[in-house]
């Protein structure tokens, strides 16, 4: 007996209804995230109510180095604050932007307009439930955003715009380093800021290296070195043809110029 066949509208309207309920789930996955990780706004300084006790101790050098970096990019990671506008994490941070407006309040307005500081609000009140304070502190002083290459060399390019420098070791009097600077500024360390800064360049080389232009003219020099040997090695023309026996003389300079040239597009 053959099988009944169902209804192709039924059959329609009960993959709309499947994928309806898909994307609610997935609205309500979303919304559930976004909260969890808090709402960003702006909060005025004066607002923020710094912690009665931290499980670190503030570092004045790495307060000050956090100060001159955000004095350059601005606050990259909004401090983490609850419900009661009390700081959950960033207390290093929050450090470093008094002391901006306190020791450099033109560099501060630049970045902060009318004293409002990029926070994210956490929706639980800290004294309620410390438990999840103590949770939301230690995954944020834990946590390394995951910035990409590209966001590294846009953040560099800033601060190269500042005059910092790409230098290694002490930098010299009135040098600010680019490597230590941007490593504070992102937080990670000075090798790791120094290896993808590396690998941008590497890559970048070996792009300009590949570019049509470049890749004719290292073809063409190796052409023209290949042809001077040759012409080196033919015998003395006579002595009136002074104009070749000038050229002669030319061909072993000509040579190392050309062989110079070639070297430096393939290094």
């Not at 503030?58 to 009390?86: T, Y």
């Not at 560099?156 to 009097?173: M, Q, V």
């Not at 800021?193 to 080389?205: A, I, Q, W």
Request: hydrophobic letters at 35%.
């Amino acid at each position: 007996m053959p099988r009944k066949r169902g209804n192709a509208t039924d059959v329609f309207s009960s993959a709309v209804d499947t994928a309806e309920a898909i994307h609610h789930r997935d609205q309500v996955a979303e919304a559930k995230a976004q909260e969890d990780r808090g709402r960003r706004s702006l909060l005025n300084l004066k607002q923020i109510r710094k912690r009665e006790t931290d499980t670190r101790p503030l570092r004045p050098n790495h307060v000050e180095e956090l100060a001159e970096s955000i004095s350059a990019l601005g606050l990259i990671e909004p401090l983490v604050l609850d419900s009661q506008d009390v700081l959950l994490a960033g207390a290093h941070r929050l450090a470093a932007v008094a002391y901006l407006k306190e020791h450099k309040p033109q560099q501060f307005a630049e970045h902060f307009a009318d004293d409002l500081v990029p926070v994210r609000i956490m929706p639980f009140d800290a004294g309620a439930e410390p438990e999840k304070a103590l949770q939301v502190e230690l995954a944020e002083n834990e946590k390394r955003v995951n910035y990409s290459r590209d966001q590294i060399e846009k953040l560099a390019s800033r601060l190269r715009e500042l005059n910092y420098k790409e230098t290694r070791g002490r930098p010299k009097k009135g040098e600010k380093a680019l490597g230590p600077a941007l490593a504070v500024a992102i937080g990670v360390s000075t090798r790791y800021v120094r290896r993808v800064l590396g690998e941008e360049k590497k890559e970048l080389s070996q792009k300009n290296r590949n570019s049509v232009p470049i890749f004719r003219r290292r073809q063409l020099l190796k052409k023209l070195e290949n042809t001077l040997e040759e012409l080196s090695t033919l015998k003395q023309v006579s002595k009136e043809h002074e104009a070749n026996q000038a050229l002669d003389a030319l061909v072993p300079e000509l040579l190392k110029q050309v062989r110079s040239s070639f070297d430096e597009l393939e290094s």
